[in-house]
């Protein structure tokens, strides 16, 4: 059994920054892959950005790339979404999730691929 754990959100104006965190506990191993994804109000969830624990790639949603960043570490077993240069339309609960098993970059950004989710955490984003 996995548990995750986000925080971190807040309400920033326009410009802003903010990191968000998630604890992850339990057994996973660097096949993992870890996500971010978000859902704003009255639309579906969307991916953001994910990595494999193991290190290497990462995947950016074409919407954050460039502005997010996403990072681990592995001693405290967090994950990490730096997120600068905030919009309106970034508002949103972000989750993150992890997949237990190797698999393919080419579906990281797939919400049916993520074994375990956490309970999110609210970005807003508002002058």
């Known amino acids: 059994q996995v548990q995750l754990a986000e925080s971190g959100g807040g309400s920033v104006q326009p410009g802003g920054s903010l990191r968000l965190f998630c604890a992850v506990s339990?057994?996973?191993?660097?096949?993992?892959?870890m996500g971010w994804f978000r859902q704003a109000p009255e639309k579906e969830r969307e991916f953001v950005a994910a990595?494999?624990?193991?290190?290497?790639?990462?995947r950016y949603a074409d919407s954050v790339r460039g502005r997010f960043t996403m990072s681990r570490d592995n001693a405290l077993n967090t994950m990490y979404l730096q997120m600068n240069s905030l919009r309106p339309e970034d508002t949103a609960i972000y989750f993150c999730?992890?997949?237990?098993?190797?698999?393919?970059?080419?579906?990281?950004?797939?919400?049916?691929?993520?074994?375990?989710w956490g309970q999110g955490t609210q970005v807003t984003v508002s002058s």
């Open positions: 339990g057994r996973t191993s660097s096949d993992s892959v």
């Open positions: 990595r494999s624990l193991g290190g290497g790639s990462t």
């Open positions: 999730a992890v997949r237990i098993r190797r698999t393919i970059f080419g579906v990281w950004h797939r919400q049916n691929e993520y074994d375990y």
